[in-house]
C-alpha cells in the first residue's frame, strides 16, 4: 500500500524544482476565477518561502511582477509551461485524483 505524501511535503517539492528554474524564462497560465485566463511570459526571479515571482516585460519595454501561490501550481489553479516547447514544467494533476 502506498502512503500518501501530504500536502505541505508537496508544496516543499514544488518549491525546490522552482529554485531550481531561478533566471529561466516560464509562460504561466493562470485561472483568475469567472472564466478569466491569464497568460504572460516572463523570468522567474525568485522563490520564497510561502511564493514565486515571475517578472514580465510589458508594452514600451516596462516590467512588472506578479507573485504567485505554490499552492495554486498544486491545484493546477497556475500552470507553467517551457516557453519553447510548450511542455508543461510541473504536472500535479495526477495527486488530485488519488
Same mark, same amino acid.
Given at each position: ?6 500536502? *505541505?511535503? @508537496? ?44 517578472? *514580465? ?7 512588472? @511582477? ?15 509551461y517551457d516557453p519553447d516547447t ?13
Amino acid at each position: 500500500m502506498e502512503s500518501e505524501i501530504p500536502p *505541505v511535503n @508537496r508544496v516543499d517539492e514544488i518549491r525546490d524544482e522552482l529554485k531550481g528554474l531561478q533566471g529561466k524564462r516560464v509562460k504561466v497560465r493562470a485561472n483568475m476565477g469567472r472564466s478569466r485566463v491569464v497568460e504572460r511570459t516572463g523570468t522567474l526571479v525568485g522563490a520564497y518561502p510561502t511564493l514565486f515571482v515571475i517578472e *514580465v516585460e510589458e508594452r514600451r519595454g516596462r516590467r512588472a @511582477r506578479q507573485s504567485y501561490q505554490y499552492v495554486d501550481v498544486l491545484t493546477s489553479t497556475v500552470e507553467l509551461y517551457d516557453p519553447d516547447t510548450g511542455e508543461r514544467v510541473l504536472d500535479f494533476s495526477d495527486i488530485q485524483e488519488q
